[in-house]
């Protein structure tokens, strides 16, 4: 009879406990829930046996002695019994009231604390951002997390490795690289340390901190986009269009008819130079409008001509463009740099920071400063010429770095025996060429450094994984030299535009619209 009654005793117990609330309403901790649990069977039991005992009083005196071992020995008895005596009605209640809250270990019971919700849900995570230097992460809150686990991935290995850790279902990103890809995932975590399944994965690329650093700006690019313009550089044309397309040469999309020079890309617009003119419009194409023209320093100052603006870069806050200013009479000629704000707030329409210099000037963004470049003249007033000027080379070249109030950082001359032609930034080195010598000057250190002898000049170029992309028009050719092996290798017909964007070379045959990106050390057509 012993074998029969406790199990229903038990039984009895469970179902009896199921109709006063869920685990959660209980308010259970684990440190607590072995002896609460317990009371509750003992309880339940002495209930039990003076219910049932008018009708099994063959018994009473059995039950009677293991209700009041029960009592007496609280826990430790209830786990002495033995599995066999209680698997079957045990488990079905089991299913009833604990799921998963029973275990089983050298035959005897222990009680645990649930850990997981009742509903176990993957958490639906959402990223966005408003700019180059925060992404903003929520996801759907899980019940029962303690907290959650941010995962990244890692784009060279391509596995997903532990970010971080927060309370809430919300986070800032603030470790970021302007335009570049970060993808996410996120797990929630339980009281015990375990960590829930992962939510699909959500990438995002951050804006552009600067349209472009450096180039003869027909090209920029912002996440997995590249813009472009089939407008040859300093011939005006207005039969000319900007286009983008992706990196892998899909989704070729023309965005608008114009006449585009300097274009630039940071946030949703798009930036571009009109001769004299700077617009923006929409990513998409859309919302073309104007934002400063060059007229209105004409009209202040009274110059000979209309400036034209001959390089522009963007920043996520002021348009920075660079225009010579032609006199007739009076005074030389020199250049100007120009910033006015991207949306146009301020009530001064523009400011203008005078600088020395000629068309041929250097001109990028270096760290958060302004490098400029030029070669430097001997400028004075011709006697007896009624105001006409001579510039004569003085066998220097100045370069310069400036904040973007205007206030000059540094200023450096570099001696050169040949009118040197400045290539690109490799890191803190501006590299340039002297009679055929590559040099590197650091804008740190404030010092020139002989790299290599290059053994011929180049009247332009781009510097990209210690080789110099260039054209060769006595050639009809696009060739690379090698620096570290010296060797000039010939690998396209033809003369194509050139610009290193997304950390590779692109390639622009203006003409058929074709575009070609350097992919192990070939050039590769992708449109």
Known sequence: MKKSIIPIILAMCLLCSCG????????????????????????????TVISESE??????????????????????????????????????????????TTALSDNKISLTEKTAPLSVTVPELKVSNV?????YLTWTEIEGAQSYVLYLLNEETGAFEEYG????????????????????????????????????????????????????????????WIYFTDTKPDIVNSDTSIYKMKNDGSEFIKLCDCSAEEINVVGEYLYYADYNLIYRIKT????????????????????????????????????????????????????????????RTEETAAEYYSLSGDKHSFWGMYSDSICYGYEKYVIEELPDSEGVWRNEYDGNYCVTLYDFDGNEISRADLSCDDRICMLDFDGDNLLYIDSKQLYGYSLSDKKSNFITA???????????????????????????????TGKDIRLLD??????????????????????????????????
Not at 66 to 92: C, G, H, K, W
Not at 131 to 135: G, L, P, Q, T
Not at 299 to 316: A, K, L, T
């Open 454 to 484: 290059t053994e011929r000049s180049f009247d332009n170029g781009i510097f990209y994984n210690q080789s110099i992309y260039y054209n060769d028009p006595t050639s009809n050719s696009f060739r690379k030299y090698d620096i570290g």
């Open 165 to 224: 850790e927060v309370k809430n279902n919300s986070c800032e990103d603030a470790k970021l690289t302007p335009n570049t890809k970060y993808t996410y995932k996120v797990a929630a975590k339980y009281s015990d340390g375990t960590v829930g399944e992962l939510s699909e994965e959500k990438s995002i690329y951050t804006y552009n901190k600067y349209g472009r650093n450096s180039s003869s700006g027909i090209c920029t690019s912002q996440g997995e």
């Open 20 to 47: 006063e609330g869920t685990l959660e309403d209980k308010d259970i901790t684990s440190a607590d829930s072995t002896s609460a649990v317990t009371e509750a069977v003992v309880s339940e039991t002495e209930s």
């Open 494 to 527: 033809g003369i194509y535009y050139a610009e290193r964007s997304n950390d590779t070379v692109w390639l622009f045959d203006i003409d058929t619209l074709s575009v070609y990106m350097l992919e192990n050390d070939t050039f590769v057509k992708v449109h």
């Open 284 to 343: 998409d194409g859309t919302e073309k409008e104007l934002i400063y023209n060059t007229e209105s320093y004409q009209e202040q100052n009274h110059c000979e001509f209309v400036p034209q603006i001959y390089s522009m870069i963007v920043s996520d806050e002021y348009i920075y463009f660079l225009f010579e200013v032609v006199w007739h009479w009076e005074q030389p000629d020199y250049d100007m740099i120009g910033r006015i704000k991207t949306d």
């Open 131 to 135: 700019d180059h230097s925060i992404n």
């Open 55 to 100: 009708t099994i009083t063959e018994d009473i005196s059995e039950t009677s002695t293991v209700t009041s071992t029960l009592t007496s020995t609280s826990t430790e008895t209830v786990q002495n019994i033995q599995s066999d005596e209680i698997t079957e009605t045990a488990s079905s209640a089991s299913e009833a009231l604990w799921a998963e």
